[in-house]
């Protein structure tokens, strides 16, 4: 049996982006999923910020690895091709005690060098940002935030590992793990395959403290912080041009206005602890609590625009602080605790961890084959139409429109399923089918057929995200279906 050099436990955003910084290199790795697709834990679900870089107490990992990691977007969007763009932030206060706290973060800022930061005056938030209350008193403008579509980060950098020799397996929980008894590293049970490699990177996220104890490393002990979040019908796009953060408390940034990569409007999160990690409902608590906080920042907000939510659950260690390198078992490395902004510091955490792992003795030499970029996907609601024209002319599957709320066509969503889509989700992440005001009502069906046209997925075999979520049992013409057993 092969034995890899690398085995990544988890395909969130820290997994994928080590295993595709890893891929770049001579080094042979292997990426392990519990779930379907890449990003479908935590990665999936959050705000989609890129943080300005300002926000985090330098003196903790999370808030010193903020900027840095702010600053390896824009590379990074541009070799993979995935949605990026700095659209700014505004932090505001609505008294003197709340103006002390844009004192403190203008200095954090100042201090970590962000450019740009600049203090308005209420009357040029007023001109700059109507939408807003008249009760803001001052805000403080980071130029340097961005919104990222996450989903599509991890998909990039997953499906370019991969096109760099990265062996991915999903569906794939390890369950096991032995260590090697001639001490070259450790044997993996995941999905039913035995995958062995001579360093293991615990990034599994919520499960990162479960797998620890397999490898019999200690570590944090982590708990969910859930945080739901609430999107609003597009016709709100431009009610705020950029993102919008109240001053914040002390366990999270507060519940934020945010203008989507899309366009859509998102709302939230909220920020509640809990033990149950598989915790993924949105409440109506939550619900009332994110419009009353966000209806403080912009009263013109109603809880009746909402067209969609979720929740997703932040991993937090014991001392709320990420904890990223070697553990006390020698090859066993860890990235734990990854709460926001762990998708802002991301590329900067695989960066960390390839040097934990060359100093642990992993030998890394750049591949000069290895290919950095991407080609970009075909979007064409957002294409001139000199370009649609012209992708139409040489692909009528570009002609044909499945989702109609979003302008997706079929043949974005065959490109889609040829670049890894399995799922229901892992198309709507990557196309936006499904993301509009019907949610999926036109096209689901449509995503459906073209899954079992394309990916060899009997119709009823087709999922929304992971096993158990099917949509269908069978067909109506008679053909045989899922056997159904509750
Ligand atoms: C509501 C919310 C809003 C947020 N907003 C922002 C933001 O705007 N900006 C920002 O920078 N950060 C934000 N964050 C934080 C950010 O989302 C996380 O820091 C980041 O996604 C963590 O990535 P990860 O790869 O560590 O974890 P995950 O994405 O959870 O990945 C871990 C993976 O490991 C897999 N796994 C688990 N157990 C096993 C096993 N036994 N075998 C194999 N695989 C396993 C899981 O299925 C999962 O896919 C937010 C978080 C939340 C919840």
Redesign the pocket.
Same mark, same amino acid.
């Not at 990854?338 to 991301?346: C, D, K, R, V, W």
């Given at each position: 049996m092969e034995r890899h050099d690398v085995a990544v436990?988890?395909?969130?955003?820290?997994?994928a982006a080590l295993a595709r910084t890893l891929s770049l290199t001579r080094t042979s790795v292997v990426l392990?999923?519990?779930?379907s697709e890449a990003?479908?834990?935590?990665?999936k679900?959050?705000?989609?910020?890129?943080?300005a870089g300002h926000h985090g107490d330098p003196a903790t990992l999370k808030g010193a690895l903020e900027w840095p990691g702010n600053q390896a977007w824009d590379a990074l969007a541009a070799e993979l091709g995935f949605a990026f763009r700095r659209i700014g932030e505004l932090t505001v206060a609505f008294d003197d005690a709340e103006r002390a706290h844009l004192d403190l973060l203008e200095a954090r800022g100042r201090a970590k060098g962000v450019p740009g930061l600049e203090r308005w005056d209420a009357e040029r938030v007023r001109r700059e940002e109507p939408a807003l209350s008249h009760d803001v008193v001052e805000a403080l403008y980071a130029p340097t935030a961005g919104v990222v579509n996450?989903y599509e980060a991890c998909y990039t950098l997953v499906e370019n590992a991969v096109r760099n020799g990265v062996e991915a397996h999903f569906d794939?929980?390890?369950?096991a793990v032995e260590a090697l008894e001639d001490g070259g590293g450790f044997a993996l049970q995941?999905g039913g395959r035995r995958i062995e490699a001579r360093y293991v990177v615990n %990034? @599994?996220?919520?499960?990162g403290d479960a797998?620890n104890a397999l490898a019999g490393a200690s570590g944090p002990r982590l708990r969910a912080r859930k945080?739901e979040?609430y999107l609003l019908d597009k016709r709100l796009q431009g009610y705020v041009e950029r993102l919008v953060f109240p001053a914040p408390s002390a366990t999270s940034k507060g519940t934020l206005i945010i203008p989507t990569y899309d366009g859509t409007l998102m709302v939230?999160?909220t920020a509640h602890e809990t033990d149950d990690k598989e915790d993924l409902t949105t409440t109506a608590e939550g619900a009332a609590e994110v419009f009353e906080k966000v209806r403080r920042l912009a009263p013109g907000l109603q809880p009746s625009d909402t067209i969609a939510q979720f929740a997703?659950?932040?991993?937090v260690a014991e001392d709320d602080d990420f904890h990223v390198g070697a553990t006390d078992v020698p090859r066993w490395l860890q990235?734990l605790g990854?709460?926001?902004?762990?998708?802002? %510091? @991301?590329p900067v955490l695989a960066e960390r961890l390839v040097a934990a792992l060359a100093e642990q003795g992993l030998a890394l030499e750049p591949d000069p084959d290895a290919e950095p970029t991407l080609p970009p996907p075909v979007r064409f609601a957002t294409a001139e139409p000199v370009v649609q024209e012209a992708l139409v002319a040489r692909d009528p599957a570009y002609a044909t429109m499945v989702c109609r709320c979003e302008w997706v066509t079929e043949g974005e969503i065959r490109d889609a399923i040829a670049r890894g889509a399995r799922t229901l989700d892992g198309i709507k992440f990557r196309t936006r089918a499904g993301m509009g005001r019907c949610q999926g009502g036109f096209c689901r069906l449509r995503c459906m057929e073209l899954l079992e046209r394309d990916a060899g997925i009997a119709l009823p075999d087709v999922r929304k995200h992971n096993p158990g979520s099917w949509v269908a049992i069978a067909r109506v013409d008679g053909t045989p279906g899922r056997e159904v057993t509750s």
């Open positions: 436990i988890g395909a969130g955003v820290v997994g392990i999923e519990a779930q990003g479908f834990g935590t990665s679900a959050n705000s989609g910020i890129i943080h996450p794939a929980p390890v369950t995941a %990034a @599994a996220g919520l499960y797998l945080g979040e939230g999160p997703g659950l932040r991993a990235a990854i709460q926001s902004p762990g998708l802002t %510091a @991301a």
